[in-house]
Nanobody, 126 residues
Framework: QVQLVESGGGSVQAGGSLRLSCVAS????????VAWFRQAPGKEREFVAV????????YYANSAKGRFTISRDNAKNTIYLQMNSLKPEDTGVYYC???????????????????WGQGTQVTVSS
């Protein structure tokens, strides 16, 4: 059982930066994968970035490569998403998700994840 709480969203102009945080409670995140997904109005939820907790291995969607960085603080059970050079198409609700039952499997698919946060809104204006 894991509870996830996202924060750090807001409104920013194109080219700006935001840092999202996701605090996990209820258990340690060892042997899990933790991902960020986002969902724009009228669109399906899409994969952004994932980190394999124990080793810190990361993977990114093509849209995020070179601009976003996912990281973790083991002591704080916290996951971060540093977003730079933001574009209007980055607008959406960003969700933190944890895969406990099958970590590392189909990490790009939202259905794979067992726990989700409530989301934090990111709005990027032109």
């Amino acid at each position: 059982q894991v509870q996830l709480v996202e924060s750090g969203g807001g409104s920013v102009q194109a080219g700006g930066s935001l840092r999202l945080s996701c605090v996990a409670s209820g258990r340690t995140l060892d042997n899990t994968t933790v991902a960020w997904f986002r969902q724009a109005p009228g669109k399906e939820r899409e994969f952004v970035a994932v980190i394999r907790w124990s080793r810190g291995t990361t993977y990114y969607a093509n849209s995020a490569k070179g601009r976003f960085t996912i990281s973790r603080d083991n002591a704080k059970n916290t996951i971060y998403l540093q977003m730079n050079s933001l574009k209007p198409e980055d607008t959406g609700v960003y969700y933190c998700a944890v895969d406990i039952l099958s970590p590392g499997t189909n990490y790009w698919t939202s259905y794979e994840y067992d726990y989700w946060g409530q989301g934090t809104q990111v709005t990027v204006s032109s």
